[in-house]
């Protein structure tokens, strides 16, 4: 489907690197249609050793050359000076997919000085095993082809919502920094087995089995949370009793805050 596009990505870390397996996994794209850059040597022979057939190399300007996509996917503080080493060498039919958190499709065009399609994404690190939770927002020179293109590409490594950009701060705090609450959650889980005696490993092997097989139940049925919860909660029960601790502390008001600081923080890093 996608056999006329050249992908560069530019930074290909771990969110790069997953979104080219994905696509290379998902047939999307024959290795040869991707171009991948970094500065390291060693890590650019790494990238040609688990996807042989792409192009590697740390010139950006001649990666750029040519791609008919470039995926920006440096971290936030490199991404002025890779545009401007590759501004010259991207064009108006160049679709820009950024992966950048907190800087905005405004913030894009203008650094590439020109009017090209943007498309802002959040994914999460989740991707590297294509079970990402992205969503995409188009800049103004962004038309549906160019964000059905980018969904596209996401959909490789997982899901992806479409959302106006003023939505991507709070999409930071939920489900780009998500991940980390949930590691935090399975870590409290393992010890928590510990404590009751149970063996590292097999604590940690159920706490996190628990944690996807929960997440599969709610999204595969589309159940609300609450209806699962009360089949757990027998009157009486084991399970009961724990989520009445858990209310006690606060768990849900936690969770809200956690995610509004994490929201408040992208914004103030965008300063926009
Ligand atoms: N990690 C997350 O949870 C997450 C979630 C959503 C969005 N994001 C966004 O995704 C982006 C990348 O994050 P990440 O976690 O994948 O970071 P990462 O693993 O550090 O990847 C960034 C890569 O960029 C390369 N790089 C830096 N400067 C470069 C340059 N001038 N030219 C070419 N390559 C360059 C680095 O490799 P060398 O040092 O070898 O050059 C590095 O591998 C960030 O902007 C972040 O905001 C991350």
Redesign the pocket.
């Known amino acids: 489907m996608l056999q006329n596009e050249t992908v560069t990505v530019?930074?290909?870390?771990?969110?790069?690197?997953?979104l080219i397996g994905g696509l290379i996994e998902g047939h999307e794209f024959e290795p040869a249609q991707l171009r991948a850059?970094?500065?390291?040597e060693t890590?650019?022979k790494a990238l040609q050793k688990d996807f042989p057939g792409i192009s590697t190399t740390?010139d950006?300007p001649a990666a750029v050359q040519g791609a008919t996509m470039v995926i920006?996917?440096?971290?936030?503080q490199?991404?002025a000076?890779?545009i401007e080493?590759i501004k010259d060498n991207v064009h108006p039919e160049t679709l820009v997919i950024?992966?950048?958190?907190?800087?905005t499709t405004h913030t894009l065009e203008e650094a590439f000085g020109q009017k090209i399609p943007v498309v802002r994404?959040?994914?999460?690190?989740p991707?590297i095993v294509d079970e990402a939770a992205s969503a995409i927002t188009g800049g103004q020179f962004a038309k549906s082809k160019h964000l059905e293109l980018a969904k596209h590409i996401f959909q490789a490594v997982g899901t992806v919502e479409v959302v106006p950009e003023y939505m991507m701060d709070a999409i930071?705090g939920l489900s780009?920094?998500g991940?980390?609450y949930v590691y935090m959650f399975i870590e409290s889980l393992t010890d928590a087995g510990v404590k009751q005696g149970l063996p590292r490993l097999t604590a940690f092997r159920l706490a996190s089995q628990t944690v996807y097989g929960a997440a599969k139940l709610v999204r595969d049925t589309g159940k609300h949370p609450a209806i699962l919860r009360d089949e757990v909660t027998t009157p009486g029960g084991t399970a009961i009793a724990a989520v009445a601790e858990l209310e006690a502390h606060g768990i849900r008001t936690m969770l809200i805050n956690a995610v509004a600081t994490a929201s408040e923080r992208s914004a103030e890093l965008s300063g926009e």
Do not use: D, Q
């Not at 530019?10 to 997953?18: H, K, P, Y």
């Open positions: 530019i930074g290909a870390g771990n969110i790069g690197r997953a850059t970094r500065r390291t890590a650019l740390s950006n920006l996917a440096v971290k936030p490199n991404f000076g890779v080493e950024s992966v950048l958190a907190g800087i994404t959040m994914p999460n690190t991707a930071t780009g920094s991940p980390a």
